[in-house]
């Protein structure tokens, strides 16, 4: 770790240069006034130890608030109400509260009423809300803030929409095509043109001569108008990954519920209609086998067959006439039915007998069975009447929900809609935990489907046998078979319609599983909609909200079979008894349909003649509240007889059980089997069980158990848990101080309570989960009473805190444990965050209101300091305990007592810390788990203490003793030691405990002393910062500082912890403006920089003493942007993030908008400026160019130069570095890239960080008071005002308006962050990221849109974020981001120009201000050149002209290059779409060549340089508008006649001279706009343009690199190589005439062999050019510097073009000149690049792998070309293009230009006659030619490419025969062969070069002949030679040699033309030449057989003889052919003949 400690000893701080060092000793040697740049205190601290911070409350103390002005008090304290209680009644679902009112309730039942009636107390800072943690800073809320932004104008934007614009009236493709139409000498009319043209608005006081400060005042107020607020809200919204600080209150507790389905049961309809018939609905889930719902009876009945019942029925309650049900599924699974069941009044017969009818008979038939259905009718009204109140099974049928579900789809609505997300999105809320399906069963969600109306017809009678749930089950199971056995039963038919579907949000006439009213219940007389409860299919962790007291009684079986008796229609009665007398029975049992709500008993359904029937009978119980030993249920067991016979009963009673529903004090449920009695029980037998036989009593069986029951409660008072009951027994019991007290077996007396008490804590672990969650509120309360109210036993004080302590620590673990899945982002437990905020109140301190006053219902009564306030609401702490108190159940008399609990109870806070502190290592560890947890309640408590005890008025040193402090800080002290060291062991918890404790903290520092506060993070700090010496991984580490920091500083009074107030800022002046400010900045040169003001700008020890959470943000950054830093990336990111986070909170809060404020805000980050200007070299370079970081700075850094003078000349190769104009494409290179300013390595930051970092500078540039900024910049050494300056212009870079194109165009594509990737590869090597954010990641790339990481756009490639998840922008969101886009990078412009001027203001009168001076005019150029809005644009320009105006010499007496650049931009400015931009361009212009002029300083330069500035915009800009241009030089003319000042002189004609000049290159320029379309066309006229400059080598050298751009841009890097030779060679030609020079070349000579056609730049002869001539060749191309880049350039450009011969010759030309300077770098890069080059042709010698070019002839015929008529070119166009390509081009081209049905092209290559052509139309001819080389041309043209380079002559032949046919017989075939020579050799600076010369030859047939044999003879040749062999082309060409052919085979040629000697003696010689080649072919036939003989195998043999038999054939054919002799050879021909074999005739003069 010694790189730490090196750190630590460099005081890395102060980072200063080697080159600021030296000039530090040599000004202190010299005794300057400037000794000493830093103030000794920035050296105080190192950066890494943490200062002392001070006494914050003392320095409050001492500074009385009103000593600040106005708003500025604000920040020196916290508000007064910064603390205050709400009291929020707790929302009741239901319209009454549905407890139980009933006299005495036992302590449980009272403790749970209280508690679900309880208001929730929460304790509420008031300002919290201002927070970054709970208002953060989102897309969404930026776009809120975005509203109402202006629309910035912006050329580029403009620049889309001007096809539109009515100026451009004329149509380019009317016009003619030729690029000579006008003369260049009309000048004539050009005048005229511009004398006519209307100018644009004059600036009204521009010709006035006004003081430099009137002007710069103006300036400024102009700039101040209208600026945006707040600069981060146009910044993309912080990144939210980073927001370790975001945390939101939690919801308040609330009832759980699954996904709620409506069931809705419209009509049940039978074929018959004869008695009534009920349903029951349920849900049953059949793979968990489980009855997931409560029944739902209903009964659809029609009044007639209800009236059948009439003798049985009380009038119906409406809670029984429900028709719809809410059901609630937690975990829905594809597994769940929803199972009807339907029942019927007992009949006699069994179930299949009375479902016989409503099997056979139809309703059609009902006329048929009129009479069988009378007599049913009858026989079931006398069943309704006698056995109305029994029931017999009848039917069932079931429904799968997952197919409505899936069937029903998604809903109409679209699921976008913000109904419909909302409605999910609360459906989520309220489930909570439980959404841990599984992903298979993902699919099957029950929220969102389409409502579905279902008609059910298939019923299956139930079977007497198999009633009970587990057949069911069998049943279902089957039913999901596809041949299901039940398919095959007959069905009993009806028609039952259910309407299926999610339930609404809050559905009205809605009855709680109580039958409570539902809010909102708007008339009670409506038909309710029940709400069933549900039993989930697994446990539920959800904690109870509300009373809720149910019992749930299941009969299952009773087997009756062994007794004796009368006893087969049994039914079972369930009564709920009170007592043992029969009227004892209470009304709980809830009624099922069309009854009374209530009832005192309730039967089974009656199985006909069944001696053991089963049930499937559920009967739900109220249990009353309290429930006492007698309490227990009653069975009774009936024989129904169902014949009316006399003298027998109608029930018989055969049987008789019971359950005591209490054992122990514990509720019984669960399973039972009961044995019955026959008789009646004897009296008092209710407290026992029927287990115990009684003496005397008959059992049936003989008392085994005969009746299987089961019992469940759903209760929120009884937790049927062993450990709960006997811990909250315990616990009431000791409230009450009932002893003895029976537990279990044991009896209790106060001796052993306290032994079992403790037992009982610590049993608490074991409880089960479920009912431990459910009853977690009750539990923690109990647990903190303990702890604070410590029991007293016997007299004695029990301290139970160490056991109840560590028992809270199990339990929060274990309900964690239980809700692993629904924690937070930060590992919280929301149901335990919930506790602690709404319901955890401290004991005994009740809120109360005095008097007994109602209590107050407001929705927050505020418990805040007021005046008014009842004093008795914060009763001291020892009245509080008082006898009157109903929780103290003790005598008043009992004095000691009373004393001993006042003495005994404790603060709940201070108890948790000292046990916390001295707890032992198991627990510490569940506690540590849970921190957070621990924590919150801490400072709940704190806050209620202060709140309730009246403390906040006490100093905050006073309001918390010592010893609690002393514990606070050990455990800070022991928490943040675990932090660190388990940040590799289990990083997840690192992370979880380091927010924790800085949660923690930040929570303190609104309670206590923030002093103490700041002493403990320091500590904390030190712990770390000694672990990070010996730290195996320290990035972990000091990502978790990062994140600890940054929740620090995330609190709401964030900044008035930093003592924003106190006086460590200067005085500052009264009034800020620049103007007053200028009087103090003498200092510059003339004292002593003042130490407080530096140290006001750096990480000085004063700095962070007292901003201290500031300085340990910015002491955070500091540290990760430093060079040797590790792991940087990451932290980079994380450490920029807090502090943008921080910004766009200051921006965003309320509090800050005063701008006084806002800058006191902006001195915490004045240090800020310093970092990142010293990170400078590390940032990511925007504006892209080698060596461009430090530009200016290393231009003043004058001491790495080595010249002693500041103000002297910059070497040309620093200029050259710093240059970086828009000049040229060769002109950022340079011999030396100037000395490598300070660039320390290490990793660069990312362009995402970078921009971050930029935008936060910005900010606090822009919030600063300019005085301080002012007195910064004076003291600043020359290097570091250099980098500042750099810094600036990196801004502007950073923040350019991209354009909506480039929106629209990025849309459409996804970006990935390489650097992210880069960053993300590093964490997970060196294992910084926790498992938990591993975790949170992962989840996040599982979104549907995969990784969002990928989604939100990489800033590294766009700097700006993508607005929301969705890859595609709607139209509008291009829009918006487009428009704040505009506004950042117009307002970052802006803050970047007041800079600027405050930087002038400062060096006025400093002695270096040439330099900088020159250095912030390139800022302010860059700034004008980039893309800007107009509105930056107007005050950009009058910066520039009031610094123009205050130091002309900086233009007008140095170098070129400013005055050069300044031209280009303002004439790009005054050819602006937009008039405001034009008006001030056109003003900026005027006064420029006014000034120059006025310095008697040759005006020559400015007319040269703009000249030359529009000849270059000309030819690079694509979307140059020259009639705006027009407008503003005829705005310049105005101005000149107008200017009285120099009426008298010749300006006014030298400006009009000037204007017409121009005017004269913009008409040329008109051309080249109609041409844009036309590649070829437009080159030719930028070739004429550059040709028309012979005489001006300026000129011509920037249209030649026009030309060049325009190529490279084309894709023809070969013509852009050729551009720039000629650009060289022009150079070489100016520099041979000033000096002579060995090392360079000579002139154009010395490029002949790169290209010869370079010799035309010799045309400069020395009359034209004289060298000394002002303003000629002042280009900084003209110099070696220049000449060496236009070779560079050129070489680049012919190594792109793959013609790397030719790089070797330009490096030829190169070396020589690098030699001179000794540039060993630049050499070795030279040969490197030569052995590539070589490499290459080495690799590619075949030349297949490189394709020069293809070459077409174009002929254009037709008076409508124009000029080109009858005009003859050779195009060259991309290699392998086909005919049809070029042809399809140049038609669809001409034919967009002349319109349809114009253009013809010519389809063959003869000659064409013009006569016969349409004189309407336009005809093209294009043919292929090939180039063409004489023999003795071909013995140098060796290699590929020189066959290809240099190329001037090009053939084409064309058949023809005599008869105008294009082939004919042999006889008659003939060709013409047409040379066409260039004017100048491919490849030149253009792609296609006109004929000058044409040749033609006609070969006679057997000439034809001869070539087509020698043509067969080289490719047979060439088959047999090549190497390696390649058998398969041998073959072909063989075949084709020697194979049999029908036609034109070689046998025939040789008959047709040797079979007879000719009559022409002339003919002779072709006739011996024929006879000779094909002798040669048969050698050569031969030579192929052979070889391919050698290379077949033997499946080939037999192909091979067949080839050598056809050979021989061929050979016998021709012998006689090829033997007879000629007469005699004639003597040659004569000249005259000229023809073909004379090639000396194809030579011709070069013309």
Same mark, same amino acid.
């Given at each position: 770790?010694? +790189? ?106 009272? +403790? ?1071 504006? %892209? ?442 150079? +070489? ?374 080839? %050598? ?43």
């Amino acid at each position: 770790m010694a +790189a730490a400690e090196r750190r630590a000893f460099a005081h890395k701080i102060n980072r200063t240069v080697a080159a600021e060092v030296r000039k530090q000793v040599s000004r202190e040697r010299s005794g300057s006034p400037h000794s000493s740049r830093r103030s000794s205190s920035s050296l105080g601290v190192p950066l890494t130890e943490v200062v002392e911070p001070l006494d914050f409350e003392d320095v409050l103390l001492s500074r009385p608030p009103d000593a600040e002005p106005g708003p500025l008090r604000e920040l020196v304290e916290f508000p007064a109400d910064d603390l205050e209680l709400l009291l929020r009644p707790r929302e009741c679902r239901t319209t009454e509260p549905g407890i139980p009112e009933e006299g005495k309730l036992d302590a449980q039942v009272r +403790a749970a009423v209280e508690m679900y009636t309880e208001d929730w107390i929460i304790a509420h800072r008031r300002y919290q809300h201002l927070s970054a943690a709970y208002s953060p800073i989102t897309t969404e809320t930026q776009r809120e803030r975005q509203r109402g932004l202006s629309r910035q104008v912006f050329e580029q934007d403009a620049s889309g929409d001007e096809k539109a614009s009515p100026e451009d009236a004329d149509d380019p493709r009317h016009c003619s095509g030729s690029p000579d139409d006008t003369p260049r000498s009309s000048g004539a009319s050009g005048i005229f043109d511009l004398r006519n043209l209307a100018a644009d608005s004059l600036l009204p006081s521009l010709l006035e001569r006004a003081a430099p400060e009137d002007v710069d005042r103006r300036n400024e107020a102009l700039r101040r108008q209208n600026r945006p607020r707040a600069l981060l809200a146009l910044y993309p919204a912080p990144d939210e990954d980073e927001a370790v600080e975001r945390c939101s209150h939690p919801e308040p507790p609330q009832e759980h519920f699954g996904q709620r389905i409506l069931v809705k049961c419209l009509s049940l309809k039978f074929e018959i209609e004869i008695e009534p018939i009920f349903g029951i609905l349920a849900l049953y889930d059949v793979r968990e086998k489980k009855k997931i719902s409560e029944n739902f009876y209903f009964d659809l009945n029609s009044d007639s067959m209800k009236g059948l019942l009439r003798a049985h029925g009380t009038h119906p309650a409406i809670s029984t006439l429900a028709r719809s049900a809410i059901f609630s599924v937690t975990y829905p699974s594809p597994d769940i039915f929803l199972v009807i069941k339907l029942e019927k009044v007992l009949q006699q017969g069994d179930i299949s007998e009375c479902c016989e009818p409503y099997m056979v008979m139809k309703e059609v038939d009902t006329a048929k069975n009129k009479e069988k259905l009378e007599k049913l009718r009858l026989a079931a009204e006398q069943f309704c009447t006698r056995l109305g109140r029994y029931r017999m099974p009848f039917a069932w049928t079931a429904v799968h929900l997952a197919n409505i579900v899936s069937s029903a789809g998604p809903p109409d609505r679209d699921p976008d809609s913000d109904g419909e997300r909302r409605s999910t999105w609360t459906d989520r809320r309220r489930r909570g935990p439980q959404d841990r399906t599984s992903s298979g069963d993902d699919a099957c969600s029950f929220s969102g489907f389409r409502p579905a109306t279902l008609t059910v017809t298939n019923f299956f009678k139930q079977e007497a046998e198999r009633l009970s749930d587990e057949d069911l089950f069998k049943f279902l199971a089957d039913m999901r078979r596809p041949s299901s056995l039940l398919r095959r039963l007959r069905p009993v038919t009806a028609q039952l319609k259910i309407d299926i579907s999610p339930a609404p949000e809050n559905p009205h006439f809605c009855l709680s599983p109580e039958l409570l009213h539902v809010k909102p219940y708007p008339d009670p007389r409506g038909r309710p909609t029940k709400e069933i409860l549900e039993f989930p299919a697994h446990e539920v962790y959800a904690p109870h909200t509300s009373y809720r007291n149910l019992l749930f009684v299941y009969p299952h079986s009773l087997n009756f079979s062994s007794r004796q008796g009368s006893v087969r229609n049994l039914a079972v009665r369930v009564q709920y008894m009170a007592g043992e007398d029969p009227s004892q029975a209470l009304p709980v049992i809830f009624g099922k349909s069309s009854c009374s709500e209530f009832t005192r008993e309730a039967f089974t359904p009656v199985v006909y003649h069944n001696k053991s029937p089963e049930f499937y009978e559920e009967f739900k119980l109220r249990l009353p509240a309290c429930v006492t030993d007698n309490h227990h249920l009653l069975f009774t067991f009936y024989h129904i007889s169902c014949q009316p016979r006399p003298g027998t009963a109608l029930e018989t009673p055969v049987g008789f059980t019971w359950i005591p529903l209490l054992q122990h004090g514990r509720l019984r449920t669960g399973p039972f089997c009961l044995p019955v009695s026959v008789d009646q029980p004897p009296p008092s037998y209710s407290v026992l069980t029927p287990d115990v036989a009684l003496p005397g009593m008959r059992w049936v069986d003989g008392h085994k158990g005969v009746f299987s029951v089961e019992l469940t409660a759903v209760s929120s008072v009884h937790p049927q848990d062993p450990h709960l009951d006997k811990f909250f027994t315990l616990v009431h019991v000791l409230e009450e101080g009932a002893f003895p007290f029976r537990l279990k077996d044991a009896v209790l007396s106060e001796g052993t309570v306290e032994q079992e008490l403790r037992a009982s804590l610590a049993a608490l672990r074991l409880a089960s989960p479920e009912p431990l969650v459910a009853f977690s509120h009750h539990v923690l309360d109990k647990l903190v009473r303990l702890v604070v109210r410590p029991p007293i036993i016997g007299g004695q004080i029990v301290n139970l805190g160490r056991g109840a302590f560590e028992a809270m620590a199990h339990v929060v673990s274990l309900v964690h444990r239980s809700l692993e899945a629904a924690q937070d982002a930060r590992g919280h437990c929301p149901l335990l965050a919930a506790y602690v905020h709404y319901a955890f109140r401290l004991p005994g301190t009740e809120p109360s209101l005095p008097g007994g006053a109602p209590p107050v219902t407001v929705q927050s009564t505020t418990l805040a300091r007021g005046p008014g306030r009842p004093a008795s609401l914060y009763l001291a702490r020892s009245k509080s305990i008082s006898s009157s108190n109903p929780d103290l159940a003790v005598a008043p008399g009992s004095v000691d007592d009373e004393v001993s609990r006042i003495l005994a109870s404790k603060l709940l806070h201070e108890e948790l810390a000292l046990q916390w502190v001295v707890s032992g290592s198991t627990v510490r560890e569940a506690i540590l788990q849970h921190a957070w947890f621990f924590f919150q309640l801490m400072v709940k408590s704190m806050t209620l203490h202060l709140l309730l005890g009246q403390r906040l008025d006490t100093p905050r040193k006073l309001r918390f003793p010592g010893r609690f402090l002393d514990d606070i800080a050990a455990l800070v002290g022991s928490v943040g030691l675990e932090v660190i060291t388990r940040v590799h062991k289990d990083a997840e918890l690192a992370e979880r405990l380091n927010a924790s404790l800085a949660f923690f903290l930040s929570d303190l520092l609104s309670l206590t002393d923030r002093g103490f506060v700041f002493s403990l993070v320091r500590a904390h700090y030190k712990q770390v910062a000694t672990r990070l010496l010996s730290a195996p991984n320290p990035v972990a580490l000091l990502t978790l500082r990062m994140d600890f920091t940054r929740i620090l500083c995330s609190h709401e009074h964030y900044v008035t912890l930093n003592l924003p107030c106190c006086p460590l800022s200067p005085p500052a002046s009264p009034s800020p403006s620049i103007s007053s400010t200028t009087s103090q900045s003498s200092t510059f040169s003339s004292q002593a920089p003042d130490p407080k003001v530096t140290s006001m700008f750096e990480l000085s020890g004063p700095f962070r003493q007292q901003h201290f959470l500031a300085g340990l943000l910015l002491t955070e950054l500091a540290l990760a942007l430093e060079p040797e830093a590790e792991g940087v990336s990451l932290l980079h990111k994380k450490a920029i993030s807090a502090v943008h986070s921080l910004l766009c909170g200051h921006d965003a809060d309320p509090r800050y908008t005063d701008a006084t404020v806002k800058a006191r805000v902006a001195e915490l980050y004045l240090p800020l400026l310093s970092l990142a200007r010293d990170t400078l070299p590390r940032l990511h370079d925007f504006a %892209e160019g080698p060596g461009q970081r430090s530009r200016l700075a290393s231009m003043l850094d004058s001491d790495t130069e080595g010249e002693g003078d500041i103000g002297g000349t910059i070497n040309p190769s620093v200029a050259m570095a710093i240059a970086g104009g828009p000049l040229a494409p060769g002109s950022r290179a340079s011999i030396s890239q100037g000395p490598a300013t300070a660039s320390r390595s290490g990793c660069p930051l990312s362009a995402e960080s970078s921009r971050t970092l930029l935008v936060c500078v910005l900010w606090v540039l822009k919030n600063a008071e300019p005085a301080l900024l002012q007195r910064w910049a004076a003291d600043l050494a020359l290097p570091q005002l250099g980098r500042l300056l750099d810094l600036l212009y990196l801004c502007l870079a950073a923040f350019e308006y991209k354009g909506k194109k480039a929106f629209e165009r990025i849309n459409s594509l996804t970006f990935k962050k390489s650097l992210d990737m880069k960053a993300r590869l590093e964490e997970a090597i060196l294992g910084t990221i926790g498992a938990r954010q591993e975790m949170v990641r992962r989840s996040r790339e599982r979104s549907p849109f995969g990784n969002q990481e990928n989604v939100r756009w990489r800033k590294s490639i766009t700097h700006w974020k993508q607005t929301s998840d969705r890859v595609d922008k709607t139209k509008d969101e291009i829009e918006h981001e487009a428009l704040v886009d505009g506004n950042l990078a117009t307002e970052a412009s802006l803050v970047v120009l007041d800079t600027l001027e405050i930087i002038v203001q400062t060096v006025m009168l400093s002695e270096a201000r040439e330099s900088i001076l020159g250095a912030v005019l390139k800022v302010v150029l860059y700034s004008l050149g980039s893309a800007q809005s107009a509105l930056f644009l107007q005050h950009g320009l009058a910066t520039q002209r009031a610094l123009v105006s205050k130091f002309p010499e900086l233009l007008f007496e140095e170098d070129t290059e400013l005055c050069a650049d300044l031209c280009l931009r303002l004439l790009r400015h005054c050819g602006s779409r937009v008039s405001a931009i034009r008006t001030h361009a056109s003003a900026s212009l005027y006064l420029l060549m006014r000034q120059n002029f006025e310095i008697g300083n040759n005006f020559a330069r400015v007319k040269m340089q703009v000249t030359m500035s529009l000849s270059s915009l000309v030819g690079t800009t694509q979307n140059f508008s020259e009639e705006h241009l027009r407008r503003s030089l005829k705005t310049i003319l105005t101005y000149a006649e107008e200017d009285v000042g120099l009426r008298d002189s010749t300006f006014a004609e030298q400006v009009q001279d000037l204007m017409f000049n121009l005017h004269m290159i913009l008409t040329d320029t008109v051309k080249m706009k109609e041409h844009q379309e036309d590649p070829e066309m437009l080159i030719d006229l930028m070739y004429r343009i550059a040709r028309g400059y012979q005489g001006s080598p300026d000129l011509r050298l920037t249209w030649l690199q026009n030309m060049a751009g325009k190529h490279a841009e084309l894709g023809n890097h070969a013509e852009a190589a050729q551009c720039m030779v000629h650009a060289a060679a022009l150079v +070489a030609e100016y520099l041979a005439l000033l000096e002579d020079s060995r090392h360079l070349p000579v002139g154009c000579v010395s490029f002949q062999n790169i290209s010869s056609n370079v010799l035309e730049e010799s045309a400069i002869s020395d009359d034209i050019l004289s060298p000394d001539e002002e303003g000629f060749c002042s280009g900084k191309h003209f110099t070696e510097l220049g000449l060496v880049g236009l070779l560079e350039q050129a070489a680049t450009y012919f190594t792109m073009g793959g013609l790397y011969e030719a790089v070797n010759e330009v490096y030829k030309t190169l070396i020589p000149i690098l030699e001179a300077h000794r540039d060993y770098k630049k050499l070795a890069a030279v040969h490197g690049k030569l052995q590539e080059a070589f490499t290459k042709i080495m690799h590619q010698s075949s030349g297949w792998e490189r394709v020069f070019g293809t070459y077409f002839r174009v002929g254009f015929y037709g008076s409508r070309f124009g000029d080109l008529d009858e005009q003859e070119f050779v195009y060259k166009e991309p290699s392998i293009t086909k005919l049809a390509e070029i042809s399809h081009r140049l038609e669809e081209f001409y034919t967009e230009r002349f319109g349809e049905d114009v253009v013809e092209i010519v389809k063959d290559s003869n000659p064409v006659d013009k006569a016969k052509l349409d004189p309407q139309k336009a005809y093209i001819q294009i043919t292929y030619v090939e180039p063409h080389f004489d023999t003795y041309e071909l013995k140098d043209r060796v290699t590929y490419f020189d066959r290809n380079y240099g190329l001037r002559t090009f053939l084409f032949c064309t058949p023809f025969t005599p008869d105008g046919r294009a082939h004919g017989e042999l006889p008659e075939q003939h060709k013409r062969k047409t040379l066409l020579s260039t004017d100048h050799a491919f490849p030149y600076i253009k792609t296609r070069i006109r004929v000058c010369h044409r040749e033609e030859t006609v070969l006679t047939p057997v000439e034809v002949a001869i070539e087509d044999m020698q043509k067969k003879t080289r490719e047979l040749a060439f088959a047999t030679e090549q190497d390696p062999p390649d058998a398969k082309m041998l073959q072909m060409v063989l075949q084709g040699s020697v194979g049999p052919t029908v036609n034109q085979g070689p046998l025939e040629v040789a008959q047709v033309f040797l079979t007879e000697i000719p009559e022409d003696p002339k003919l002779f010689r072709h006739h011996n030449k024929l006879r000779l080649c094909f002798k040669d072919f048969c050698k050569k036939c031969e030579d192929a057989l052979r070889k391919n003989k050698a290379l077949i195998g033997p499946d080939q043999k037999e192909y091979h003889r067949e080839l %050598e038999r056809n050979y021989t054939r061929l050979r016998e054919a021709l012998q006689p052919l090829l033997t007879q002799r000629l007469p005699q050879l004639l003597a040659p021909t004569t000249a005259s003949l000229r023809n073909s074999l004379h090639r000396a005739s194809f030579r011709k003069a070069d013309v």
